[in-house]
């Protein structure tokens, strides 16, 4: 599925998550934006325990949309900072992937 | 109505008395029981008896479904003024500052504040991954609904903005724990040095366990009076110069390595009449090391460089921080955390810290943070204490 950030009708700010009114003028009234590429400013690795020593790692990034904000995204892999990546939904969870990968 | 607006003093009103119930990894009492416990150690030490309350407010995230004015019931208290508040970190002084109001207005003449949570590693879980609709649509779905994922990116950020590293953070809690260590209800107290910090458990680089504040079960409580109030008649006062907060200051857009007390900074030391090198102790709100060094900077006690701050202040103890040992060394006990650093500001300016007394504490900078939306917290609030020992 595609990712969308939301803009206000009035001004052209874009935010996400969507917000009620518009930080910048406060309007009320918005449209869906596209926000399918963006460029990683910072990732971290989190373990999760498992039991029985075993640990989860999940991959985080925080992403400046091209559309302008900066979402936090779920990473299948670890990547570096400045890389270009793709952002579409997954069940649910923004992910982010390498440009040109097949996403659902 | 913007930070600069005049705002009427805090004058008139006393810190009458503050407390701790000591914190605990593992406790049998629940919530309500821990809140009750507050109150009625905070009426002792302040001398008070309970037909002189008339007011109460409770911060916590675990009291539900009960409220302040069921605690109030069970306490067999008739209140004239009435708050509960589940702002996080940023609870116990958002109520500090309506109660202040409410007796300068006579509303109430003598107000408690009990602030705590019953809370084990599940119960800390189940709260932060609700902790807001945000975090359970937008974060839980992707396995993100712990806000270290978010301190860690934001530590991140502010390495890179500052040319730190590991170690820097290190420090403080390095300095925090021999604070701890002179703090009998601190609930971490054993040496720590840097090589230990580094060398603990990644949790979320470049966040280590050490980094992540302690879960615990815990209460503080408060009392406030009018200064003219007779229980406090000849004992040493504790007064709040000047009080200033900002929350959501740029609507979580931002880079999160500056809070609200950065624009209401220069109108708190002017109502205060004092600056940043006149206080003698700071508590400053703790959930993550990178967040004491961002308030620090926000509010001008970091002029320049970040690491020679550390160095030649923190660590020599030039300016004493979170003498308690803060949350990152006494642990978080819920919503306790939003009135801790005030309870141990309180118990140095009334000379009463024991090993860990500040020789001749007169001043003290308190603030809470707290309230992750998406990336950081949005709620910040500052506080100047003056004592009269």
Known sequence: ?104 | MNANTPAAAYDGVNIAAGIEIPYRRHAQARTSDLLAQAYLAVLEKAGLAASQVDGIGVASFTHGPDRAIDLAWKLGLSPRWFMDDSNGGASGLNLLQHAVRAIQCGDASVIVLVAGDHFEPADFTRLVENYNITTREHLRPMGAGSPNSMFAMLTRRHMKQYGLERADYGALAVAQRRWAQDNPNAVYRSPLTIEDYLAAPLVSDPLCRLDCVPVVTGANAIVLTADDHPVIKGLPQVRIRAMCSLHNPDHQQGDGLSTGLAQVADTLWRRAGLGPDDIDLCSIYDDYPVMVLVQLADLGFIKGDIKEFIRQRLLTRALPVNTSGGQLSAGQAGAACSLHGLVEAWTQLRGEAGARQVTAARTALVTGYGMVEYRYGMCATALVLEGSQ
């Open chain 1, 1 to 104: 599925m595609s990712f969308h950030v939301f803009s206000c009708a009035a001004c052209g700010h874009a935010v996400f998550p969507a917000r009620y009114l518009c930080p910048a003028c406060h309007g009320a009234q918005w449209r869906e934006t596209p926000a399918p590429q963006g460029v990683i400013q910072e990732t971290t690795a989190t373990r999760h325990k498992m039991g029985e020593g075993r640990q989860e790692v999940l991959h985080l990034a925080t992403v400046k949309t091209h559309a302008g904000p900066i979402v936090v995204a779920r990473l299948d892999e670890a990547m570096h900072e400045q890389a270009e990546v793709d952002l579409f939904m997954e069940e649910g969870a923004l992910m982010a992937g390498r440009p040109g990968l097949l996403h659902p």
